[in-house]
């Protein structure tokens, strides 16, 4: 495969700055190897592309594309930070902190959580224009090791794809359409799904939000010391680049 | 529907083993489509059919028989209006709730079926007869109001003429027999035409006009691929369902894919509010439909085809059952057709299940799959890689219809017809505030004005163009012509008139789009709540100036990043009345006076607290002396 793929390279920019991409690359796989950070929430690492939360959308050659899914194109300009663009894609963090109930202060991922990080790389710090929803929806503790809070659920689906795809079992799925859409599980309730706390899907890095809760090790990790009190969401990426 | 939010308490119905005999039953209705996944749709409808309701024990043998796992079932299940997860009456009556439908007096309707059966909208009866529900836009929207009863649909009803058919079925009567005694020894067509007036209006030169059968499939037949593809794209036809893609192009991209199989698809899934053009070619040129997919068949390398058929036109379904049959028995379907070795080409029907979304080039593959009606990732293209993987070309009924016309008349004859870029003619689906609402085929290329004075609608105020995905234009927009670059319309055409608010009609059709959205992608499924919210803002009189500008700005964002043609097309109701009936919006407005959001209101926030309380609050309520 290397030689193949080093023989169809091509470049691209991105606000600007030279990337360089393989046949067949999306936008987003192109820019993370080449250190440019794309801000995402459904995309993770090892996973299938879903293209649902939309905020990694990017003008390519004009249009609004995901970059998760939207293969590379050779000598195409790719707008990323613009301010046009980080304002809608607030807009869209703003949209599932509204369709959930996301109360940081009182949230053991508060510090872990995507979405949070999200909201501050994309500086969300005026009061919001967006009506509450406010769903309510009942806490599945049924299983001995995990709970799952579908209230923080934003739906990127990376815990039905980690099941799936991974573990090859199937624990999650979307039911229901249009703002009814949920994650929910493969039977009456989590403990009776074949789901186990060493599954891929239950771990932490999938679940972006408080959604899925280990049991007995909640506030382990001291707030001030988690994941983005470290740096803002993506400066991993974009280390690669400096 | 109350704030778009579910409010379950997460408790699901008992899983239950099933009794043997269900079991069994069940067995035989998946051994029917073979245990396929891909038949999940036919399945589903079939146990509703059988059950009325898709019980979670059904879901476990389901996906037992299917090799799914039961989330995979019950996300089918759960995605479709038609498919219910709790137990509906035997006899479940929609009535059909479009704007139009509730300017001819659904309200009227409603109470009747309301007080008959005792049951409201949204209830079963206790003895499990009857169910009572709304439904979005059928496509009789030229005949409001109208409701389907089980898999019949009754029209130009009036309070009086639902009642009298409440009470019928009350007293037992099959619905079958409210449209005639003798319903058994109809003939498909007759049962048609006894439930649905096709209501043609003015028949031009390509559709409604007398067509020679299948002159277009004998000449395609003397043709090489190449040839119906060159002749296609030369005729100028795009495709006649809204987006207007060149049809010969996007046969051309299909027939150049190599792959092990091909398939066409026609898209029979006509769900624009406002739109009924294909109800009528279903009904009048089945043929002519069979004839072009035929052709294109030919023409891409085909064997397969599917027919989606929206579950509101279910009563057709016997109808195209029979005409496909008939040319199978004829040898116009199947192998050697018209005895050319090796050219083969059959079509399944495939009947939709009350979703929207499955107009959608992507989301009506997803569903022929057997999935919830979910638009697909582009790239990669249906006609490179559509259904099951495989090139497929998707085309809109009337666009068959007129491939099959081009290749017996020429594309020179049809290139003569409409004008620059808009070739032949349109079937317009005309209605509301008219005279003699209906199907017109004309050339494109007509002023509105003069669509107006054709269909009797002279006093519109205002005319939605394309249904709620296309705009809202004013009078001093009648001057623009119906073509795709000005006036573009998958024929859609919704007359208002002085009498109408405006606002009450933007409202309804974002409810609408709140309905429909699949859910997959953030701005439509939730964006589209806020606007809604924003619009009843409006007509509650408690909108701020600023909120015209958070109107738009939200709007945008929507549109910009949503994932298909749904989201980038829903926001259209509110810019387009907010372009051309500005007054509409500024005339209700009011600068709030301290800052204080006008929607906040006291006394219902504090209103759960008193319950609880229950007591009066010392500082909020009004009287002090209780």
Same mark, same amino acid.
């Given at each position: ?242 | ?85 709790? !137990? ?11 704007? &139009? ?14 007080? &008959? ?27 409001? !109001? ?49 439930? &649905? ?14 067509? !020679? ?86 023409? &891409? ?73 979910? !638009? ?31 290749? $017996? ?23 509301? $505030? ?114 015209? $500008? ?77």
């Amino acid at each position: 495969m290397s030689d193949n793929r080093r023989e169809s390279s091509f470049v691209f920019t991105i606000d600007g700055v030279e990337v360089k991409a393989f046949s067949g690359q999306t936008i987003m796989e192109a820019a993370d190897e080449a250190g440019v950070y794309i801000p995402r929430l459904c995309d993770h690492e090892g996973l299938r592309h879903q293209g649902s939360c939309r905020v990694c959308t990017v003008k390519a050659g004009g249009r609004s594309v995901a970059a998760c899914t939207q293969p590379a194109s050779p000598g195409q300009s790719v707008d990323n930070e613009t301010a046009s663009l980080t304002k809608m894609r607030r807009d869209l963090v703003e949209m599932l902190f509204h369709e959930g109930n996301h109360l940081c202060p009182i949230c053991e991922a508060s510090g872990n959580c995507e979405l949070q990080a999200m909201a501050y790389r994309l500086d969300m710090t005026e009061a919001t224009r967006f009506p509450y929803l406010e769903p309510c929806r009942a806490l599945d503790a049924s299983h001995p090791d995990i709970a799952l809070d579908t209230n923080r659920c934003i739906s990127c689906g990376r815990c039905i794809r980690a099941s799936q795809d991974v573990d090859g079992k199937g624990v999650f799925g979307y039911v229901g359409r249009g703002i009814h859409r949920r994650v929910a599980v493969n039977g009456e309730n989590l403990a009776d799904t074949d789901a186990e706390a060493a599954d891929h899907a239950m771990s932490s890095e999938v679940c972006p939000v408080g959604c899925i809760i280990r049991k007995r090790v909640g506030f382990v990790t001291p707030i001030g010391e988690r994941e983005f009190d470290k740096g803002l969401i993506g400066h991993e990426i974009e280390e690669k680049r400096k | 529907m109350d704030n778009g939010q579910e409010h379950t308490n997460g408790i699901k119905a008992p899983s239950c083993d099933l009794d043997p005999a269900s079991a069994t039953v069940i067995a035989e209705i998946c051994q029917r489509f073979d245990n396929d996944k891909h038949r999940m749709l036919d399945i589903l409808r079939a146990v509703q059919d059988r059950y009325r309701w898709i019980a979670p024990a059904t879901m476990n043998k389901i996906a037992e028989a299917t090799d799914l796992t039961r989330i995979e079932v019950e996300g089918v299940a759960s995605f479709y209006s038609f498919l219910s997860l709790t !137990p509906k009456g035997r006899v479940t009556i929609r009535l059909c709730d479009d704007i &139009v439908d509730r300017y001819s007096d659904l309200k009227g309707v409603t109470a009747a079926f309301e007080e &008959v059966l005792g049951i409201k909208v949204g209830e079963t009866s206790a003895d499990g007869a009857f169910s009572l529900e709304v439904t979005p836009c059928i496509g009789m929207c030229d005949q409001a !109001p109208a409701a389907m009863i089980n898999d019949i649909v009754l029209t130009g009803l009036t309070p009086e003429t639902a009642r009298s058919a409440a009470e019928a079925l009350q007293s037992g009567t099959a619905p079958e027999t409210l449209v005639s005694d003798r319903f058994n020894h109809l003939s498909p067509h007759e049962r048609a035409l006894r439930q &649905v007036d096709n209501n043609i209006r003015h028949a031009g030169e390509c559709l409604l006009g007398p067509v !020679p059968e299948d002159a277009g499939l004998v000449k395609a037949l003397s043709m090489t691929p190449v040839q119906i593809v060159n002749q296609v794209e030369a005729s100028g036809l795009r495709g006649c369902g809204g987006a207007g893609f060149t049809t010969g192009r996007k046969w051309r991209f299909a027939a150049s894919e190599t792959a092990e199989k091909h398939f066409i698809i026609c898209n029979a899934d006509e769900g624009e509010p406002g739109t009924f053009k294909d109800r009528v070619l279903l009904t009048e040129r089945p043929h002519l439909l069979i004839e072009g997919m035929t052709i294109a068949a030919r023409a &891409v390398g085909a064997k397969e085809g599917i027919l989606y058929l929206r579950g509101e036109y279910v009563y057709l379904r016997e109808l195209i059952e029979q005409v496909l049959e008939d040319r199978r028995s004829r040898g116009l379907l199947g192998s050697d057709i018209m005895g050319k070795k090796g050219f083969t080409f059959d079509i399944r029907l495939q009947l939709g299940a009350g979703a929207y979304i499955c107009g959608e080039e992507g989301a009506l593959i997803s569903s022929c799959e057997g999935l919830s009606g979910e !638009p697909k990732t582009r790239p990669p293209f249906p006609v490179n890689r559509g259904y099951l993987g495989y090139p497929t070309v998707v085309n809109n009924v009337e666009t068959f219809c007129h491939a099959a016309r081009i290749l $017996d008349k020429g594309a020179a004859w049809f290139h003569d017809m409409g004008t620059d870029g808009s070739h032949g003619t349109k079937l317009f689906s005309v209605s509301g $505030d008219c005279l003699n609402p209906g199907i017109y085929e004309l050339p494109y290329g007509h002023t509105m004005w003069e669509l107006l004075e054709i269909v009797g609608g002279e006093d519109a105020t205002a005319v939605q163009v394309g249904g709620p995905s296309g705009a809202m234009i004013a009078r001093d927009s009648f001057h623009r012509k119906l073509t795709f670059d000005d006036l573009a319309t998958g024929g859609a055409i919704i007359v208002f008139n002085g009498e109408r608010n405006i606002l009450e009609i933007v409202e309804y059709y974002m409810s609408f789009f709140v309905h429909e959205s699949c859910g997959y992608c953030t701005p439509c499924r939730v964006g589209n709540v806020f606007l809604q919210k924003a619009i009843q803002k409006f007509q509650k009189g408690l909108a701020n100036p600023e909120d015209i $500008d958070y109107l738009k700005d939200l709007s945008g964002t929507i549109i910009e990043t949503s994932r298909c043609g749904l989201g980038m097309t829903s926001p259209n109701p509110i810019l387009s009345t907010l372009q051309n009936f500005p007054l509409v919006y500024s005339a209700v407005v009011k600068p709030s006076q301290d800052g204080i959001r006008a929607t906040f209101d006291i006394q219902s926030a504090i209103e759960s607290a008193r319950k609880i309380a229950k007591r009066r609050s010392y500082i909020f309520d009004r009287d002090f002396s209780q």
